[in-house]
């Protein structure tokens, strides 16, 4: 192993280099007017894919969908292959003025890399090829197969991944599959995630009347749409206790007792989570009374209200509003029914409309949750690579976040493991402003998967499940 981490120390900064140059494309997904930008992270993306060393190098696409960056490198017939995901698309800059530095220039302060995409996900794609590197420009070969994806569409939910995945099963068909676009609870503590919630989102719209009113005439006398809506809301308003949404919580899977003392164990201080969140002063967690931070956000339902629009502050004039709609959206753990829970949270909105008016629920899109046992061949190899790599015991965590595609593309290569490992820590502010990467992580993280090819392509008797 010793000449492939001497080679990640010495090709540090060209690595850097690497997420720079991806971290200055701004392929923001979520607007649709990037498309350009997108393609040039692809193609950014396929160029150090080349230099690492993977062969078949190119941009595949399946119908609308955005572009994605293949590579594979093929020459351990008989070993282990291993599907590495990450994705180059990202998150827009929704608060320009509270950045510190320039969005799009990786910027290192204080031992962290700022940059949209530094962790969520750019820093993947280098640490992933950082590791391909390491092995094919010191050996020449790797202890594995390996097939990298790097998506184009995942801050958008995915929606082509799936379609692609069959469409290219033969071509992508692999032994186990790693992701690196999760978390670790802590900076210099390596995570392996075994479940994610998923979501069901529904968009919901008031209508009062059939235009707006001067409200000196109507105030008063006409419904107010937006009063209406928001009277709607509060209905979601769960005051620590549980979600008061009838038969939410029938299908939510039972912690296990141990499970429930792991993620004691891992618990932060209230003091910690409040700066971590940015939470003032004064303002409570929100935590149901019999819950902690892991079980809430790990393994129970969550609602959020999104977006909500009825008119702008800037240009307001006095007027009674008759329309106004809000996007709700639940995250959902195992083992809820989408389906189930939309009608569930549907019937809540469209109950006694407060004044009559009328009240339109429809679907926002939903992706399903995923957990596995995180124990066998796979799951010993990854735990093992990551000691080495981090130098620090790995824990086993939940996820509140989702990401779409890891069920059904496990079950599609034929029930094969899948390690998620954590890129991001709990500063990261992924989505948000000055989004940044550990850079001590990011070595660490690429080093364990050095050592995770090594472990891999090195079991007993090959067998990774
Ligand atoms: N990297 C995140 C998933 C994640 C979220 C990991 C929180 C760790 C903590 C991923 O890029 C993401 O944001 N996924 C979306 C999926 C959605 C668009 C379907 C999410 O969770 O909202
Ligand atoms: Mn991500």
Redesign the pocket.
Known sequence: MAPTLKWLEQNDASLIGDLAKLVAVQSISTDGEHQKEIDQSAAVTCDLMRNAGLNNVQVLKTGQSNPYSYGEWLGAPGKPTIFLYA?HDV?PINYVADWKSEPWTLTERDGRLYGRGAA??KGAIVTQLGAISAYLKTKGTLPVNVKMLVEGE?????SNLQGFFVENKERLMSDVIVVC???NVEVGMPCV?YS??G?VALHIEVQSATKPVHSGTAGGMMADAVIALNVILSRLFWNHKKLPVPGLYDKVRKLTGPEKRAFRKLLATDEKLRSDNGILDGVELAIETKSNAHEATWRKPSITVIAQEASSIKGASNQVLPTAQAIVSC?IVPDQEPEEVYEQIKAVLVKDPPWGVKVNVKPA?A?KWWMTDPTGPAFSAAMKALKKGFGAKPVAIG??????FVGPLAELFGGVPALLL?I?DPLSN??APNESLHAGDFRKLTASLTHLFDQIGNLPDGKVK
Do not use: F, K, M, P
Not at 154 to 158: L, P
């Open positions: 994705h998150q969520d996900d995942e801050e958008v939910g995915s676009d999760t978390g995630t994610l919630r979501i995250r899109g992706v996820c509140g976040g989702s990401i779409g954590g991001e992924a989505h």
